[in-house]
């Protein structure tokens, strides 16, 4: 059993910058897909971004060239680098482990970016 907790969500105004972080206890991350999913309010949640347990990463179209994602198998930790934030990020961001069949979720962080 794999426990995700969030951290690093806040109120910041807009082209401002947040670092979110997830780490994990319970389990090691080294082999686990990591991402990061958001949902604003009335809206569907959607992916962020992803790093394989390679390395490799994805990130989604709205937020590329702001957005970084990274992970520390050290630390059992993997974060989000928030840059050049506009108000339509404002949401609920979740980490999300995978190594199917297993998957994990935190509770999520808010994040709002005031105008």
């Known amino acids: 059993q794999v426990q995700l907790v969030e951290s690093g969500g806040g109120l910041v105004q807009s082209v401002g910058f947040l670092r979110l972080s997830c780490a994990a206890f319970?389990?090691?991350?080294?082999?686990?897909?990591m991402a990061w999913y958001r949902q604003a309010p009335g809206k569907q949640q959607e992916l962020v971004a992803r790093i394989l347990s390679s390395g490799v990463t994805y990130i989604t179209g709205s937020v590329k060239g702001r957005f970084t994602i990274s992970r520390d198998n050290t630390k059992n930790t993997v974060y989000l680098q928030m840059n050049s934030l506009k108000p339509e990020d404002t949401a609920v961001y979740y980490c999300?482990?995978?190594?199917?069949?297993?998957?994990?979720w935190g509770p999520g962080t808010q994040v709002t970016v005031s105008s």
């Open positions: 999300n482990a995978l190594s199917p069949p297993s998957e994990y």
């Open positions: 319970g389990s090691s991350l080294t082999f686990y897909s």
